[in-house]
């Protein structure tokens, strides 16, 4: 079989916020779509100061953003780290997406950035990696516990927003 340069996948750090809220509406609007759920709000300034401080993980398929996960040393949200079991140093996986259109052709995109979320949590020194996700995404929590994420806590609302916590330990 032959590889060709423009379905080869790259790794970059993300530099334009736009592309990459694009692609994290895409996969809020599908999500919301499939699960019978209300589409997130998201914020266009939040996805600049991610990108400009230089967390967010961008999969290419050639020119085409495909997947993006966000990594961070600081929690994303309000809840206090009391939920999770103590750590010395912990990281935040957030923002996981995946476009439709590439999750259709490729079912592997979302598994490929919790794998490089671990990979780069643990070369940055992290002993844990932590996430918040909604449970009604029971495929995006499969895709987690499946790949050694802990559920932590009990599933918290705030009006139509459920959440749960999880950890995944990294291995040295």
């Not at 609007?29 to 266009?44: K, M």
């Not at 979320?117 to 516990?145: F, H, I, M, Q, Y």
């Amino acid at each position: 079989m032959t590889s060709h340069p423009e379905s080869a996948l790259t790794w970059e750090r993300a530099d334009s916020a736009e592309e990459v809220h694009a692609l994290l509406c895409a996969s809020d609007a599908h999500h919301a779509e499939q699960y019978d759920l209300p589409v997130p709000q998201r914020h266009l300034d939040r996805s600049r100061a991610l990108v400009a401080a230089r967390a967010v993980h961008l999969l290419r398929r050639g020119d085409t953003p495909v997947a993006m996960f966000t990594l961070t040393d600081h929690p994303p949200y309000r809840r206090g780290p009391d939920v999770f079991p103590p750590a010395g140093l912990p990281m935040y996986l957030q923002r996981l997406a995946v476009h439709p259109d590439a999750a259709r052709r490729d079912a592997t995109l979302g598994m490929r950035c919790v794998r490089r979320a671990c990979e780069t949590a643990r070369s940055a020194g992290a002993d844990v990696l932590r996430a918040e996700a909604n449970p009604d995404l029971r495929k995006s929590v499969a895709l987690l516990t499946g790949l050694g994420f802990v559920p932590h806590g009990v599933v918290e609302a705030d009006g139509p927003l459920r959440r749960v916590h999880l950890q995944r330990p990294l291995d040295r």
